[in-house]
């Protein structure tokens, strides 16, 4: 249905039912509207948000946010909304300058920008910016939840009992998958706690789990992986006898196929471990497609791809097999 057709209909409900009901009728206000960039910041607005509010994410699976720019119907629908959720910390890298802007306009918060800067990890080539793969670390991912939370609290005052009720229980989730992640990622042997993939995402995942994390591409996929950064990596393949690496769901797998064919040249054998969710969630509609079962997911490939123990299908039973 065309989305005037729905508002006007909309409306003369709206019209119909103040006419027939007293004003403070609960749930007579329409659903805040909600826009995210990323699908990680939008389930943690569903979640919490409950039927009081309608999320839309404007960057679905597979979808890079270092490169997205907004659309023509993405602008539309920021300018519409109610609240504004983006991550900032530069992951949303084109969008920069156009959120400023519409900060002036509409109410627009940065979620990850609320972090205390001293759990932030810095890169040696990001100059003057901070990783912002902070959602890699549940106990992390906790915080920007909890900022999810107050946004939503301070655009819809009435909805508080309900978001802080929600927040809850997501964070008792959320915690549950922190304590998964600790036990599995526990048993991967020392000698192969290292992860190879498309592109440094995954730093904040070592920093809590203790793996060594080495990307082709740097922070940013927007930076070009040089042929240097390949040719050291099939070297670090072969000299540590590494056999696994990591494709991911965002990000073209053209490197790391040329990582793997340079270190067969070398006579050192390397297999894909598995596709992380890195920057995007899964499929809408599936667990993956929610930020529990992205990680989930992740853990438990990773787990299982570099020797460790962990159920094929994870934490809750609910991973596609094969995924
Ligand atoms: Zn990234």
């Known amino acids: 249905m065309a989305d005037w ?17 007293p004003v403070s009728v609960a749930g007579a206000q329409s659903p805040l509207k909600v826009v995210a960039t990323t699908g990680m910041i939008a389930d943690a607005a569903r979640q919490i948000g409950g039927d009081l509010v309608e999320v839309r994410a404007l960057m ?37 300058d156009f959120m400023h802007s519409l900060g002036a306009r509409r109410t627009v918060v940065a979620v990850a920008e609320e972090l205390p800067r001293n759990v932030l990890l810095a890169h040696d080539d990001y ?36 978001f802080r009720a929600n927040a809850e229980s997501h964070l008792d ?24 993939t498309a592109h440094d995402a995954f730093n904040y995942f070592g920093r809590a789990y203790d793996f060594e994390v080495l990307g082709i591409q740097g922070i940013s996929t927007q930076s070009e992986a040089g042929l240097n950064r390949v040719s050291e990596l099939v070297d670090t393949l072969v000299k540590r006898r590494i056999g696994a690496v990591f494709v991911e769901s965002s990000v073209s797998d053209r490197n790391m196929r040329a990582l793997i064919e340079g270190a067969a040249a070398k006579g050192q054998d390397v297999t894909v471990g598995g596709q992380l969710f890195s920057d995007a969630m899964g499929r809408d509609g599936t667990y993956e497609g929610t930020y529990i079962g992205m990680i989930d997911h992740n853990v438990t490939t990773i787990t299982r791809a570099l020797g460790g123990e962990a159920p094929e299908r994870g934490m809750l039973s609910r991973l596609a097999v094969g995924s």
């Open 173 to 196: 989730d959320v915690a549950a998958l922190s304590d998964y992640a600790k036990q599995v990622l526990a048993t991967v042997p020392e000698e192969t706690r290292v992860l190879v």
């Open 60 to 96: 679905g699976p597979g979808v890079d946010p270092h490169a997205y720019r907004q659309t023509r119907t993405d602008i539309l629908a920021m300018t519409r909304a109610d609240l504004v959720l983006w991550h900032g910390l530069y992951l949303e890298a084109q969008m920069e």
């Open 127 to 162: 100059e003057n910016r901070y990783d912002p793969h902070v959602w890699m670390d549940p106990d992390l991912w906790s915080k920007v939840v909890v900022s999810v939370r107050d946004a939503l609290i301070a655009a819809r005052p009435e909805g508080e009992a309900l």
């Open 5 to 21: 057709i729905r508002r006007s209909m909309l409306a003369g409900l709206a019209a119909f039912f103040a006419a027939a009901l």
